[in-house]
T-cell receptor, first 111, second 115 residues
Framework: EPEVTQTPSHQVTQMGQEVILRCVPI?????FYWYRQILGQKVEFLVS????????KSEIFDDQFSVERPDGSNFTLKIRSTKLEDSAMYFC?????????FGPGTRLTVT | DQQVKQNSPSLSVQEGRISILNCDYT??????FLWYKKYPAEGPTFLIS?????DKNEDGRFTVFLNKSAKHLSLHIVPSQPGDSAVYFC??????????????FGQGTTLQVKP
């Protein structure tokens, strides 16, 4: 069964460093998303991506964040200068219509 | 932002009995609702969904009921099994008014099914 994959599973970085989180969506899906879940809080929408451009972004998704689909399979989330409050689980999701399928997540720890 | 609320943080049921998880929403633009199940250290797994044009959708042991006038939905699991023990998230989307498919999640309910 096709699934969304994410790498790395855990990333530890120092405050101010850049990180790139990687995702391989399900191959025939057209819509791609990033969500995050800070420990003990809700899963929050960050950004949606369709047809090689951002279709919607949340207030959280400020200038420090960017997304890219560099080739036909990968979908990346870059955080340019990480802050302590960026520590969270980051989930990638993809869909072909309404149901979104999530990857296992990347745990980002900013020290 | 409390557009989607799951007021019960936890629920414990006996194996074989029915589990009922509840979810309320405030945004009347929401027209598509989904339930996800999540184990620790894993991503949310899609379970079942319902469009606002329906009031019930069933898939095996899982049934979702939607009461639009009350802005309330529920997930019924029957019979409950120990493997159903997980965190269950309700999520909503405004499909008709937005083509992005953004999901708004509730806080989650931790279900424990006791053998």
């Amino acid at each position: 069964e096709p699934e969304v994959t994410q790498t790395p599973s855990h990333q530890v970085t120092q405050m101010g460093q850049e990180v790139i989180l990687r995702c391989v969506p399900i191959s025939n899906h057209l819509y791609f998303y990033w969500y995050r879940q800070i420990l003990g809080q809700k899963v929050e929408f960050l950004v949606s991506f369709y047809n090689n451009e951002i279709s919607e972004k949340s207030e959280i998704f400020d200038d420090q964040f960017s997304v890219e689909r560099p080739d036909g399979s990968n979908f990346t989330l870059k955080i340019r200068s990480t802050k302590l409050e960026d520590s969270a689980m980051y989930f990638c999701a993809s869909s072909d219509l309404y149901e979104q399928y999530f990857g296992p997540g990347t745990r980002l720890t900013v020290t | 932002d409390q557009q989607v609320k799951q007021n019960s943080p936890s629920l414990s049921v006996q194996e074989g009995r029915i589990s009922i998880l509840n979810c309320d929403y405030t945004n009347s633009m929401f027209d598509y609702f989904l339930w996800y199940k999540k184990y620790p250290a894993e991503g949310p797994t899609f379970l079942i969904s319902i469009s606002s044009i329906k009031d019930k959708n069933e898939d095996g042991r899982f049934t979702v009921f939607l009461n639009k006038s009350a802005k309330h939905l529920s997930l019924h699991i029957v019979p409950s099994q120990p493997g159903d023990s997980a965190v269950y998230f309700c999520a909503a989307s405004a499909i008709s008014s937005s083509n992005t498919g953004k999901l708004i999640f509730g806080q989650g309910t931790t279900l424990q099914v006791k053998p």
